[in-house]
């Protein structure tokens, strides 16, 4: 019988490149479950026959009705939240009842199945629960936690109540701790589709610190990180340990390399043939909570044998290119 996998947050920009790359890399059942209130988008919708789509607000219980129309489930990897930082520093209220009612809902519904076919449970967290990263420092797993603003704030939130129900009810549960995201489709207030956008149309691309002190960041294909996700269902069991403390299963996905926003911005610029005009501003009178650079150590699921299957270039020239195609995007 084919495994059958669950994403909350299907169609987000994360949801959409982990639904195409499980049908194209594995022969499991993909049933989708998104409000599109926030960053889902219908237009990400795949036409295949191994993958369903409900559509549900996660503010609100998961019903029998809607669990009996799902059916089993084998795996469930969690990406719904709001993602937005400037958004959670204009609404922050809205923005952590947000995040932090529809994980206890997740939950609830997740613990639901535990004792009939489900597995694991993958909670897609964020390297800004850490708050900023020392230069030349890479945050470990288990490192205190410590964030910046209230999107990360909400982030850390949701890890706890994820915790408790391993701890409380067992459930089979993984954290894993992503870096910045790269990809098709991204929403158009990320930086990197802001930089296409600006030298697309010969404006000035606005880099937040100075050249003395700037932020940097390791940006993760999201291709990459579906490719690890499935390396994780495929290989690991889901209940580990750590250190001499018994603690659920975490393992930190990295990016490659880690890049200036200024150099980030150069090299986007000379993928499209362009000129860079950019200026600096600085981000603590324009991004209260923002963090300088995040860093996350990756070794942890390197040793165990995985490795990125798409390099950095590739992945840039790639977005650019598919970018500058699809205007619309922008």
């Given at each position: 019988?084919?495994?059958r ?16 790359y499980?049908?194209?890399h594995a ?9 599109f209130?926030?960053a889902?988008?219908?237009l ?11 559509c549900?607000d ?8 809607l ?11 969690n ?14 209220i ?9 994980i ?6 997740a ?11 993958i ?18 797993e ?11 704030a909400?982030k850390a939130a ?6 408790a129900?391993?701890?409380t ?12 995201m790269?990809?098709?489709?991204q929403e ?13 149309k ?5 880099i ?22 499935l390396f994780?269902?495929n ?15 975490r ?6 390399e880690?890049i ?11 993928i499209?043939?362009k ?7 600085d981000?603590?009178?324009?991004r ?10 990756g070794g942890k ?5 995985w ?21 619309g995007?922008?």
């Amino acid at each position: 019988m084919s495994k059958r996998l669950l994403i909350f947050g299907s169609h987000g920009f994360v949801g959409n490149h982990l639904v195409r790359y499980m049908l194209d890399h594995a022969d499991w059942e993909i049933i989708g479950v998104d409000s599109f209130r926030h960053a889902g988008d219908p237009l990400r919708n795949h036409d295949d026959p191994r993958h369903q789509v409900f559509c549900h607000d996660l503010n609100a219980p998961i019903g029998k009705r809607l669990s009996d129309k799902i059916g089993r489930v084998n795996y469930i990897i969690n990406l719904a939240s709001i993602s937005d930082v400037d958004l959670s520093i204009k609404d922050p209220i809205w923005v952590w009842e947000n995040n932090t009612r529809l994980i206890g809902n997740v939950l609830e519904y997740a613990h639901s199945q535990q004792f009939r076919d489900l597995e694991a449970f993958i909670h897609c967290s964020t390297d800004e629960v850490f708050g900023p990263a020392p230069m030349g420092y890479f945050h470990k797993e288990w490192d205190t936690i410590c964030p910046s603003n209230v999107y990360s704030a909400s982030k850390a939130a949701q890890e706890a109540l994820c915790i408790a129900y391993w701890r409380t009810y067992n459930l089979p549960l993984i954290i894993t701790g992503a870096m910045n995201m790269v990809g098709e489709t991204q929403e158009p207030t990320k930086f990197i589709p802001k930089i296409i956008r600006a030298v697309a149309k010969d404006e000035v691309v606005v880099i937040h610190g100075t050249p003395d002190n700037m932020g940097s960041r390791m940006y993760l294909d999201a291709k990459n990180l579906a490719d690890a996700w499935l390396f994780l269902l495929n290989y690991v069991h889901p209940v580990g340990y750590a250190g001499d403390e018994q603690k659920p299963s975490r393992y930190n996905i990295v990016g490659q390399e880690e890049i200036s926003n200024l150099d980030l911005a150069r090299r986007v610029a000379d993928i499209m043939g362009k000129k860079l005009k950019c200026r600096f501003e600085d981000f603590h009178l324009t991004r209260p909570g923002h963090d300088r650079r995040y860093a996350l150590d990756g070794g942890k699921i390197k040793e165990l044998g995985w490795t990125h299957p798409i390099p950095f270039d590739e992945t840039l020239r790639r977005v650019v290119n598919w970018t500058m195609t699809h205007e619309g995007w922008l």
